[in-house]
Protein backbone atom coordinates (compact mmCIF):
# COMPACT_ATOMS: atom_id res chain seq x y z
CA UNK A 1 0.00 0.00 0.00
CA UNK A 2 1.53 3.44 0.07
CA UNK A 3 3.87 4.73 1.71
CA UNK A 4 4.13 2.23 3.62
CA UNK A 5 0.82 2.38 5.31
CA UNK A 6 -0.35 -1.69 5.43
CA UNK A 7 -3.80 -2.32 6.62
CA UNK A 8 -5.21 -5.90 7.32
CA UNK A 9 -8.90 -7.15 7.82
CA UNK A 10 -10.19 -9.04 10.23
CA UNK A 11 -14.31 -10.05 10.47
CA UNK A 12 -15.26 -11.28 14.22
CA UNK A 13 -18.75 -12.68 15.76
CA UNK A 14 -19.17 -12.72 19.51
CA UNK A 15 -23.05 -11.62 20.12
CA UNK A 16 -24.06 -7.58 19.55
CA UNK A 17 -21.91 -6.04 16.81
CA UNK A 18 -22.87 -2.76 19.26
CA UNK A 19 -20.22 -4.35 22.37
CA UNK A 20 -17.42 -5.54 19.60
CA UNK A 21 -17.57 -1.97 17.53
CA UNK A 22 -17.46 -0.18 21.25
CA UNK A 23 -14.38 -1.88 22.17
CA UNK A 24 -12.43 -2.15 18.95
CA UNK A 25 -12.85 1.21 18.55
CA UNK A 26 -10.64 2.18 21.26
CA UNK A 27 -7.81 0.06 20.19
CA UNK A 28 -4.51 1.16 18.95
CA UNK A 29 -3.65 0.50 15.83
CA UNK A 30 -7.30 -0.09 14.54
CA UNK A 31 -8.31 2.09 11.63
CA UNK A 32 -12.25 1.37 11.24
CA UNK A 33 -14.45 -0.74 12.41
CA UNK A 34 -17.72 -1.48 10.67
CA UNK A 35 -20.94 -3.42 12.06
CA UNK A 36 -22.03 -6.12 9.79
CA UNK A 37 -23.86 -9.49 8.74
CA UNK A 38 -21.36 -12.41 7.95
CA UNK A 39 -22.04 -16.15 7.34
CA UNK A 40 -25.31 -16.37 5.93
CA UNK A 41 -27.57 -17.15 2.96
CA UNK A 42 -29.32 -14.70 1.38
CA UNK A 43 -28.62 -11.67 0.13
CA UNK A 44 -28.28 -8.28 1.73
CA UNK A 45 -29.96 -8.90 5.10
CA UNK A 46 -31.48 -6.80 7.00
CA UNK A 47 -31.22 -6.02 10.46
CA UNK A 48 -34.80 -7.55 10.91
CA UNK A 49 -34.46 -10.83 9.04
CA UNK A 50 -30.86 -11.81 10.53
CA UNK A 51 -32.41 -11.37 14.06
CA UNK A 52 -35.19 -13.79 12.99
CA UNK A 53 -32.37 -16.43 12.95
CA UNK A 54 -33.30 -17.96 9.43
CA UNK A 55 -30.87 -15.97 7.44
CA UNK A 56 -28.10 -17.54 8.74
CA UNK A 57 -25.90 -14.89 9.37
CA UNK A 58 -23.79 -13.52 12.80
CA UNK A 59 -23.47 -10.23 13.43
CA UNK A 60 -19.82 -9.00 13.32
CA UNK A 61 -17.29 -6.22 12.78
CA UNK A 62 -15.06 -5.77 9.99
CA UNK A 63 -12.01 -4.69 11.65
CA UNK A 64 -9.34 -2.50 9.60
CA UNK A 65 -5.95 -2.53 11.32
CA UNK A 66 -2.46 -1.49 10.97
CA UNK A 67 -0.12 -4.88 11.46
CA UNK A 68 2.60 -2.99 12.31
CA UNK A 69 0.84 -1.76 15.74
CA UNK A 70 -1.79 -4.47 16.65
CA UNK A 71 -1.36 -8.03 15.31
CA UNK A 72 -4.49 -10.50 14.42
CA UNK A 73 -3.14 -12.28 17.50
CA UNK A 74 -3.52 -9.40 19.92
CA UNK A 75 -7.00 -8.69 18.20
CA UNK A 76 -8.42 -12.58 18.93
CA UNK A 77 -6.80 -11.41 22.86
CA UNK A 78 -9.44 -9.02 23.39
CA UNK A 79 -11.72 -10.81 21.27
CA UNK A 80 -11.43 -13.70 23.87
CA UNK A 81 -11.67 -11.34 26.59
CA UNK A 82 -14.86 -9.37 25.75
CA UNK A 83 -17.45 -11.77 25.34
CA UNK A 84 -18.45 -15.70 26.22
CA UNK A 85 -16.58 -17.73 23.85
CA UNK A 86 -18.16 -20.92 25.47
CA UNK A 87 -21.78 -20.14 25.38
CA UNK A 88 -23.33 -21.74 21.46
CA UNK A 89 -25.34 -19.06 19.52
CA UNK A 90 -25.88 -17.08 22.66
CA UNK A 91 -24.13 -13.71 24.54
CA UNK A 92 -26.32 -13.00 27.84
CA UNK A 93 -29.51 -12.39 26.87
CA UNK A 94 -28.89 -12.29 23.64
CA UNK A 95 -29.90 -15.78 21.94
CA UNK A 96 -29.91 -17.27 18.41
CA UNK A 97 -26.89 -18.42 15.86
CA UNK A 98 -27.17 -14.23 15.22
CA UNK A 99 -25.11 -13.85 18.02
CA UNK A 100 -22.89 -17.53 17.49
CA UNK A 101 -19.19 -17.09 18.54
CA UNK A 102 -16.86 -16.97 15.12
CA UNK A 103 -13.63 -15.75 13.50
CA UNK A 104 -14.35 -15.25 9.89
CA UNK A 105 -10.76 -15.84 8.83
CA UNK A 106 -9.12 -13.96 5.42
CA UNK A 107 -6.07 -15.77 5.18
CA UNK A 108 -4.21 -19.31 6.23
CA UNK A 109 -2.28 -17.48 8.34
CA UNK A 110 -5.45 -15.71 10.42
CA UNK A 111 -7.09 -19.13 10.37
CA UNK A 112 -3.50 -20.91 12.12
CA UNK A 113 -3.82 -18.11 15.03
CA UNK A 114 -7.20 -18.73 15.65
CA UNK A 115 -6.83 -22.58 15.78
CA UNK A 116 -3.50 -21.84 18.03
CA UNK A 117 -5.41 -19.40 20.36
CA UNK A 118 -8.22 -21.36 20.75
CA UNK A 119 -6.53 -24.67 21.60
CA UNK A 120 -4.11 -22.67 23.82
CA UNK A 121 -7.22 -20.72 25.71
CA UNK A 122 -9.16 -24.06 26.13
CA UNK A 123 -5.80 -25.30 27.69
CA UNK A 124 -5.42 -22.76 30.28
CA UNK A 125 -8.96 -23.98 31.39
CA UNK A 126 -9.75 -20.15 31.45
CA UNK A 127 -13.62 -20.80 31.39
CA UNK A 128 -15.62 -24.07 32.87
CA UNK A 129 -16.34 -25.03 29.56
CA UNK A 130 -14.58 -25.57 26.15
CA UNK A 131 -14.76 -22.78 23.43
CA UNK A 132 -17.19 -22.80 20.59
CA UNK A 133 -15.86 -20.42 18.79
CA UNK A 134 -16.71 -20.96 14.73
CA UNK A 135 -13.23 -21.06 12.75
CA UNK A 136 -14.46 -20.18 9.57
CA UNK A 137 -13.29 -18.84 5.85
CA UNK A 138 -14.92 -15.38 5.10
CA UNK A 139 -17.74 -14.79 2.96
CA UNK A 140 -20.12 -12.14 1.70
CA UNK A 141 -19.72 -9.35 3.93
CA UNK A 142 -22.94 -7.47 4.51
CA UNK A 143 -22.67 -3.38 6.33
CA UNK A 144 -25.27 -3.16 8.62
CA UNK A 145 -27.65 -0.04 8.59
CA UNK A 146 -26.38 3.11 9.17
CA UNK A 147 -28.21 3.37 12.47
CA UNK A 148 -26.40 0.22 13.83
CA UNK A 149 -22.67 2.13 12.87
CA UNK A 150 -20.97 3.49 15.65
CA UNK A 151 -24.16 2.73 17.52
CA UNK A 152 -22.80 2.43 21.05
CA UNK A 153 -20.86 5.99 20.65
CA UNK A 154 -24.00 8.11 19.77
CA UNK A 155 -26.49 6.38 22.10
CA UNK A 156 -24.37 5.88 25.50
CA UNK A 157 -27.72 6.25 27.69
CA UNK A 158 -30.00 4.16 25.60
CA UNK A 159 -30.30 0.73 28.08
CA UNK A 160 -28.43 -2.10 26.64
CA UNK A 161 -25.74 0.37 26.06
CA UNK A 162 -25.46 1.36 29.63
CA UNK A 163 -26.32 -2.42 30.84
CA UNK A 164 -24.36 -4.62 27.88
CA UNK A 165 -22.15 -2.60 25.95
CA UNK A 166 -20.76 0.31 28.65
CA UNK A 167 -19.45 -3.12 31.48
CA UNK A 168 -17.86 -4.62 28.10
CA UNK A 169 -16.22 -1.54 27.51
CA UNK A 170 -14.84 -0.51 30.88
CA UNK A 171 -13.62 -4.34 30.93
CA UNK A 172 -11.37 -3.88 28.02
CA UNK A 173 -10.43 -0.57 29.16
CA UNK A 174 -9.11 -1.77 32.41
CA UNK A 175 -7.22 -4.83 31.11
CA UNK A 176 -6.04 -3.04 27.52
CA UNK A 177 -5.42 -0.01 29.47
CA UNK A 178 -1.78 0.73 27.48
CA UNK A 179 -3.28 -0.47 24.40
CA UNK A 180 -5.95 2.46 23.85
CA UNK A 181 -6.09 4.80 21.89
CA UNK A 182 -4.71 8.37 23.07
Known amino acids: ?14 GCFWCLEAVYDDLKGVTDVV ?13 QAVCTGTTGHAEVIRIEYDPSAVTFADLLDVFFTIHDPTTLNRQGNDVGTQYRSAVFYHTPEQK ?9 YNA ?7 IVTEVAPTTTFYAAEDYHQEYFRRNPNQGYCQFVVAPKV ?7 FERLKA
Open 112 to 120: QIAEQKIAE
Open 35 to 47: SGYEGGRVANPSY
Open 170 to 176: SKFRKKF
Open 124 to 130: LAIWRDP
Open 1 to 14: MENGNKREVATLAG
